[in-house]
């Protein structure tokens, strides 16, 4: 016989996180929702580089850079959205899902280097397209 699973749900509620529907077996439960000890580290690295900022989403972090999204941070890793000229900076590339149903990113598994990250970050930013303003309804 099989335990009985329910999904679990990471809610972010006024900065604090809580569990709802806990499984009768983790097995197999991988998710956990990035620290703010680890979003402060990036900031602290990515100080200096000028228009970045991190935007809580979803119990993770989007990192943007002048406005346009460019990484994530989750699972307390960095993942930047791939593309040809980040995969040249980057030597041994990893691409990893940061969500079962996601699209692979590469995986920065060295986050102490600044200067590969500051490269990294501003090649994905001129390669990215232009983000689209969306039309707001008329009511």
């Known amino acids: 016989m099989q335990p009985h699973t329910t999904k679990v749900y990471l809610i972010d509620y006024c900065g604090q996180s809580f569990w709802y529907g806990f499984p009768l077996c983790l097995e197999g439960w991988k998710h956990m929702a990035t620290s703010v000890d680890f979003k402060d580290y990036m900031e602290d690295q990515c100080r200096g580089l000028g228009d970045v900022r991190f935007k809580k989403m ?23 959205k791939p593309t040809d000229e980040g995969k040249t900076l980057v030597k041994d590339v990893v691409m990893e ?38 039309k707001r309804k008329m009511r």
Do not use: H, S
């Open 58 to 80: 979803f119990g993770e972090y989007g990192l943007f850079y002048r406005e346009k999204m460019v990484g994530v941070l989750a699972d307390n890793k960095l993942y930047i």
């Open 97 to 134: 899902k940061f969500y079962e149903q996601g699209n692979p990113y590469f995986l920065i598994e060295d986050t102490d280097d600044r200067d590969l990250l500051w490269k990294l970050i501003i090649k994905t930013y001129e390669v990215l397209p232009a983000r689209v303003e969306k």
